[in-house]
């Protein structure tokens, strides 16, 4: 066993006199110790069995080294340990060590841990001075249960940064991601992307070019127009914020969801998303659209607000009238273990509603769909179009089959136009009306009320109008024919008169609540998409 004694601690201090203070390797330890100078002058020594080394706050301990007195260098073999200053601790079987740098050049099962994360690779260049690690030819660092690898990598000791390039990949049990560059924290747990990069969760895979996660809190943010995709669909944005421990995410920007399903798929359209995946529910804002698509003739809805949730979610709480099965065309209530995953949606709007597609067009204040039943429910004022015909009430159901309309029930207040030709116009008003489409065309509608009433113009074989009629009816049925008015027909205490096209004015025989709105009417569907 050896101490080195104050004499050789002088001469060594003499010899390296021109060293800035500090800098100094110097000898604490060592079972053994042989001297050894070369003609340069060059003056060694040898140490083996339990070597301990000091420079500063930084100890070096290894099973035999070499220390070369005149260039300040150590190199050490077999349990090689530097302990820098108790907050950072590197491993390895073999190490050079620039004292005058204070660089060390670690080979050999290197790890490095800094108490929160261990790196281990074959070879590591360190900075004792700035705390710098790198490894060129691969390596790994392990995080609690996060597990990141890749070709290179850098590390800050001073904030607890590594910075991995080339085939990064990071694993945790609930990710996995793979990219070109990363930035991981090994004390806070965020990792950071500065390139392009793929996050698969489950079903759910994120490409993104910027943001961070926090694997800890589990909230993250990507920017640089995201792409999120799982088995329903896939949503861009361009600025995407998640919280997978509430399960709650917010999108902003020029945001797009499309649906995969290619029976009812669709699309949402807006400036702002929230999305809540435990709740399966999402409220758009800012200008949204709902794109319900099939075919060349989607339906464009707009609004000032839309949520969408599970149907069978809202079942259990309320009852949903006139359920059915939107491909056979039965109106049967639907359990709610019926409620297949493709359809089991419902869309809420509010405000400002307005619905456009090549066979039909309306507007409300607000909206209910479902894609179980395909039926638009219109509240406060609704208007529905097709044709040259308008149908208005307190409250409209709009039966859709393949997008397109197939029947429309009117409650209180039913009112239906149907334009005649220059500034006449049949009418129909009552309690409540029953329409049905063929084709998406107006075929036929019921009126009844307590009477109903009505206003038809009669045309001659050649399409002139030859005279008017105002009659009440307690059922009054109007037929069309290519989407105009043929007929009608009154069922029950018919009282009525027919006048005259010149012997009338027409204005004083409209039915009451008449109001031709083709002003409110939407034009076509870049009319709700420059919306």
């Avoid at 590390?155 to 990064?168: A, R």
């Avoid at 995969?260 to 949204?288: H, M, W």
Wanted: aromatic share 12%; proline share 2%.
């Amino acid at each position: 066993m050896f101490f080195l004694s104050a004499k050789a601690q002088t001469k060594l201090v003499q010899q390296t006199d021109t060293l800035e203070q500090g800098t100094l390797l110097n000898i604490i330890y060592a079972d053994r110790m042989n001297f050894k100078k070369d003609d340069s002058l060059n003056q060694f020594i040898s140490l083996a069995g339990n070597v301990r080394i000091k420079q500063n706050n930084s100890y070096f301990y290894a099973d035999s080294a070499v220390l070369n007195q005149k260039l300040n260098m150590l190199e050490s073999f077999g349990k090689v340990h530097i302990n820098d200053a108790d907050s950072i601790h590197t491993y390895a079987n073999y190490l050079k060590y620039l004292g005058n740098d204070k660089k060390a050049f670690l080979k050999n099962k290197v790890k490095l841990t800094d108490g929160k994360g261990v790196l281990t690779t074959n070879e590591l260049e360190y900075e004792v001075s700035t705390k710098i690690g790198a490894y060129y030819n691969g390596g790994k660092v392990v995080s609690g249960k996060t597990v990141l690898t890749s070709k290179e990598a850098h590390y800050y000791g001073e904030t607890k940064d590594i910075y991995f390039i080339n085939k990064v990949v990071l694993t945790d049990p609930e990710y996995i991601i793979t990219t070109d560059t990363l930035l991981y924290n090994t004390y806070t747990n965020i990792t950071t992307f500065v390139s392009s990069t793929i996050i698969k969760s489950g079903s759910r895979t994120i490409k993104t070019k910027d943001g961070y996660y926090d694997l800890n809190k589990k909230k993250a943010y990507f920017g640089k127009r995201p792409v999120i995709e799982d088995s329903s669909g896939t949503l861009k944005a361009d600025e995407v914020a998640i919280d997978d421990s509430t399960g709650k995410a917010e999108f902003k920007g020029n945001v797009v969801y499309r649906s995969k399903d290619s029976t009812s798929g669709y699309d949402v359209i807006a400036n702002k998303v929230e999305t809540d995946t435990k709740k399966g529910s999402t409220r758009a804002t800012q200008s949204p659209i709902l794109i319900l698509k099939q075919g060349a003739d989607s339906v464009y809805v707009r609004a000032d607000t839309f949520y969408t949730a599970k149907l069978s979610d809202l079942i259990k709480e309320k009852k949903v009238p006139d359920l059915r099965d939107s491909v056979e065309g039965k109106f049967v209530e639907i359990p709610v273990a019926d409620t297949d995953s493709s359809s089991d949606k419902f869309f809420e709007a509010y405000s400002n509603v307005k619905i456009y597609s090549d066979s039909m067009q309306a507007v409300g204040d607000s909206l209910f769909y479902s894609l179980k039943d395909s039926v638009f429910r219109l509240f406060k004022s609704p208007i529905v179009w097709s044709d040259e015909n308008q149908v208005t009430g307190d409250t409209i159901y709009l039966y859709m089959q393949n997008k397109k309309p197939e029947k429309i029930r009117v409650f209180e207040n039913a009112l239906a136009i149907s334009h005649a030709g220059s500034n006449y116009y049949n009418q129909v008003a009552g309690k409540t009306i029953n329409g049905f489409f063929v084709d998406g065309k107006m075929d036929s509608l019921r009126c009844k009320g307590s009477p109903a009433s009505s206003v038809y113009y009669g045309v001659d074989e050649k399409g002139k109008f030859f005279g008017v009629n105002t009659a009440t009816s307690d059922i009054i049925d109007m037929y069309f024919k290519e989407g105009k008015t043929e007929k009608v027909v009154f069922r029950n205490k018919l009282e009525g008169v027919t006048y005259p096209m010149r012997q009338v004015d027409h204005n004083k025989i409209k039915v009451k609540g008449f109001q031709w709105l083709n002003n409110k009417r939407p034009k076509s569907k870049f009319e709700i998409l420059s919306y």
